[in-house]
């Protein structure tokens, strides 16, 4: 991370017991806001990011100079208009571009945590946020929404605090991790841990990086993000600016050739430990067996408002696990609506320009607030 650039930090005071027993305090918390909180403080929205996301959802991000990663959804005019809404969005405990995470020094020890940070949850990094409302002195949330792991913490916001928002809209995520995601997680994470400037995670005190076992997770991880349809059509078996077959290990193909780059472009922006400890929290996260295997039992206390949406070509977090979250919400009588919309993009379609999804979403935002 640049430390040159101006980042918002919160300091926690108040003492955060996580769920592996450790307690922290006195630790940041970055944040960005966009758009103005206004005099009657019912407008704040706040947006929850996915595992390699941060606080800057819109507008040029100043630390990788390129757009926000949100910059479809929100802005002036927007699904999420800016000129409306006052948005608010974290870093999560864990990451890398601010807030209190593995790449931070431990005042005891002078040196740089890594794997010596407390192993974190979707539960923690929700606790921590809530401190966000304290701070801006807003009673009540308007909304809060967030994509893939966004949604889960959208998800674990409503059951610890059901006063707290009036609208919520998980996107394309689940209510506890499967096994085929989980599997996917530990690849990323075994990649990383055997690359040998790893050094058991402490390869920013001996001035390494285990960037090769790092954009390694990275390819594997964002073939999931992507769809077979997506990813033929735009890909097929094009070789790379060439209409022979080198016979090598090169990349020979297109899709070869992308993979390695969308590798390469994230080691400089993200922190291999953050990458192992955020991937844990995602895995760890399981609202069925929180609430003793009745999910319904989750939102029993809340009057918030949901929309759930889905993708059809997500097989990351497919739609049927998107229904469960909305089958749970039915069964107490919650007021909840329910949108699948049609993507060949997969998984990643919430970050994208589809026109559909961008359309549903301002349509429920500003309707909701109408009524508010």
Known sequence: MNKNVNIKNLIIEKPLKLDCGQTINDFPLAYETYGALNEKKDNAILIFHALTGDQFVSGINPITKKDGWWSYAVGAGKAIDTDKYFVICANVIGGCMGSFGPSNTNSKTNKIYGTNFPVITINDMVNAQYNLLDFFKIEKLFAVTGGSMGGMQVLQFVSNFPNKVKVA????????????????????????????????????????????????????????????????????????????????????????????????????????????????????????????????????????????????????????????????????????????????????????????????????????????
């Open 169 to 372: 809209i998980p996107i394309a995520c689940t209510s506890s991790h499967s096994a085929q995601n989980i599997a996917f997680n530990e690849l990323g994470r075994q990649s990383i841990m055997a690359d040998a400037n790893w050094t058991g995670g402490d390869y920013s005190n001996q001035n390494k990086n285990p960037d090769k076992g790092l954009s390694v997770a990275r390819m594997a991880a964002h073939i999931t993000y992507l769809s077979k349809n997506g990813l033929q059509e735009k890909f097929g078996r094009k070789l790379q600016e060439r209409d022979y077959l080198k016979f090598s290990f090169d990349a020979d193909f297109q899709i070869e050739s992308y993979l390695r780059h969308q590798g390469s472009v994230f080691v400089d922006r993200f922190d291999a430990n953050s990458y192992l400890y955020i991937t844990r929290a995602m895995d760890y996260f399981d609202l069925i067996k929180e609430y003793g295997g009745n999910l319904s039992k989750a939102f029993a206390k809340t009057k918030t408002k949901f929309l759930v949406i889905s993708f059809t070509s997500d097989w990351l977090y497919p739609t049927s696990e998107n229904k469960e979250i909305v089958i749970a919400l039915n069964a107490i009588g919650a007021d909840v609506g329910f949108v699948e919309i049609e993507s060949d993009k997969g998984h990643d379609s919430f970050l994208l320009n589809i026109p559909e999804f961008l359309d549903t979403l301002k349509d429920y935002i500003n309707t909701s607030y109408l009524k508010n």
